[in-house]
């Protein structure tokens, strides 16, 4: 109260943000008193002071999306409100609180859509998805009780669309972005400019990733080139605004996007006898979808057991046997027992639902450091005799995705006839800080009798080459190193020579800047689907850049290779 009188002193207009947080405030003290009206009436006075137009006839009702506006406030009082209805609901069980609560979390997703067209920075959208995607789990979760307690499709339906909607949304907006600059008729010689500046800020981003990883780099260099990279940002974000505003229809269509309907996905599964499997792995609970042509069914299952240990000692196990120093027995023991049991957790349950041969999974969280293809369907007759054991990939052909929605979008690409190959080789043989090659261009050299196309090997399998050319292929692969960054996804890089003796890099960040027109691109080097894993929009690799580029599809690796 001591607050309130403050405010009225300090402010003149109670339209702002600081009187909705303090009522907001007042809403949770009730909430704690089980005093639940008193708590939705505070609620209802916090909304109204951040959207004016706010005038509810009762205490349930919830504001017109059409008056949102990018307000973290508005965020946080509705998820405030949806907690004392779920409460409410467990002293007075009348459905219509659930239900409104389950409204509370479908207006947050607006006000976050709102928010993430402010942000011009990937760091601030991909913060603004991972806050978002612990509300993402309670949505799921209440779904999937007003589903239990009704019967009723649509709330198993809106648990789906909740998953989705925390899943590779700035992937998905890349695509929407390539639509949208054709369709809305932006001039190329504007595209040009967005490029050059987008090449501007990514090399100003890498001379400052590689000045912090010097340790003789001074603070006052490390400075200077953040102040660099901070005008270059800020320059690039009012030119974006200026072409917002200039051509609407192009802000329009890269914004505005649904996630594919069940129905939608289920079209698409059809063409290919083919199954989906998606995962959300949240905190306490696992929540796994299951959609082919004609059924749709959800699993909620507890958190139980110790996944990301099991996931990342199954890789670990996996790995460290192709060298001569571990104890190789404990090794095999510890994978097979891992593997057996990944698999009934993770996919045994799902076998009643008669899945068909083919499979493509969407994961979720650690999930997309996994590899499916390796789980055990049952225990092995002899342990170690690897070329008897009974993998998943034995049963069903496995492929993956980012989210059902980009595997929808994907679907609706035209279909690329063209076939032309090129490849790309560079010559290792133990210098310039990169192990030997033995066999990469051998490797090319064997393929290009089958499947016709160029080869750029040795001292042509050159960066300047690959992004000169490379729009003209449409298979695409490339035989060298990689490097995965698990601190800095965007740092992840694969290695192509620089005419001149040396090497090049190119780094995920650079990847966005190409436009691809590659029906598959087979990256055969290590670790090329690691990367950093941001809860919500995936693990952010080299992979992943290929398919923001333009790929339709990519051949990706897990692992380093000896």
């Keep these: 109260m001591q607050a309130y009188d403050l405010f009225k002193q300090t402010y003149i207009n109670p339209q702002r943000r600081e009187f909705a947080n303090l009522f907001a405030s007042f809403g949770d003290l009730y909430l704690d008193w089980q005093k639940f009206d008193l708590a939705l009436e505070y609620h209802r006075k916090a909304l109204q002071c951040v959207i004016s137009e706010f005038n509810p006839s009762d205490l349930l009702q919830n504001p017109d999306p059409s008056h949102f506006y990018a307000e973290t406030s508005i965020i946080d009082v509705l998820n405030g409100k949806a907690g004392v209805l779920i409460q409410y609901y467990e002293q007075n069980p009348e459905l219509a609180y659930l239900e409104t609560a389950l409204d509370c979390y479908e207006l947050i997703y607006e006000v976050e859509e709102q928010l993430r067209r402010s942000y011009h920075y990937e760091s601030s959208k991909l913060f603004n998805i991972e806050t978002s995607r612990i509300r993402s789990e309670e949505a799921i979760d209440l779904a999937l009780q007003l589903y239990e307690l009704t019967g009723q499709e649509k709330f198993s339906r809106k648990a789906f669309e909740f ?230 990939v034995r049963k069903h052909s496995l492929s993956f995705g980012y989210s059902a929605t980009l595997q929808y979008a994907l679907s609706q690409n035209k279909i690329n006839s063209n076939r032309i190959f090129a490849g790309f080789a560079p010559e290792f043989q133990g210098l310039g800080g990169f192990d030997a090659l033995n066999f990469n261009i051998e490797g090319l050299e064997s393929i290009k009798p089958i499947v016709k196309g160029d080869l750029f090997l040795g001292s042509e399998a050159t960066l300047e080459n690959f992004k000169e050319y490379v729009s003209q292929y449409g298979i695409i692969q490339l035989a060298t190193h990689a490097e995965a960054n698990t601190s800095t996804g965007d740092f992840s890089f694969i290695v192509f020579a620089d005419g001149k003796g040396g090497y090049d890099s190119l780094f995920v960040k650079d990847l966005y800047l190409l436009d691809l027109m590659a029906e598959m691109v087979v990256l055969s080097a290590c670790e090329t689907a690691v990367g950093k894993l941001h809860k919500g929009e995936g693990i952010i690799s080299l992979a992943r850049g290929f398919l923001q580029s333009g790929a339709q599809s990519v051949v990706t690796t897990l692992w380093s290779i000896n």
């Design 163 to 392: 998953a989705e909607r925390s899943k590779s949304i700035l992937l998905l907006e890349a695509f929407q972005k390539a639509d949208a600059t054709a369709i809305a008729g932006i001039p190329q010689n504007l595209i040009e400019e967005e490029r050059a500046m987008q090449e501007e800020i990514a090399f100003a981003e890498k001379e400052l990733f590689n000045a912090k990883a010097k340790a003789e780099t001074s603070e006052l260099i490390i400075k200077d080139l953040d102040d660099q990279l901070l005008s270059l940002r800020q320059k690039y974000t009012d030119w974006i605004q200026a072409i917002e505003t200039r051509y609407p229809q192009y802000y329009n269509l890269k914004y505005n996007f649904n996630t594919a309907s069940i129905a939608e996905v289920q079209r698409i599964l059809q063409q290919e006898n083919r199954a989906m499997i998606e995962y959300f792995v949240g905190d306490s609970s696992i929540y796994t979808f299951v959609i082919s042509a004609d059924r749709f069914e959800v699993l909620q299952q507890p958190k139980d057991f110790p996944l990301t240990e099991w996931v990342i000692n199954l890789r670990n196990d996996i790995e460290k046997f192709q060298f001569s120093g571990p104890d190789r027995d404990v090794l095999c023991t510890n994978y097979t027992e891992k593997a057996i049991s990944l698999y009934g957790k993770l996919m045994a349950p799902l076998e009643a639902f008669n899945l068909p041969k083919k499979l493509t999974i969407i994961p979720g969280g650690v999930l997309g450091y996994l590899p499916f293809d390796a789980l055990l369907t049952s225990a092995p007759n002899k342990t170690c005799t690897f070329q008897h054991y009974p993998y998943l």
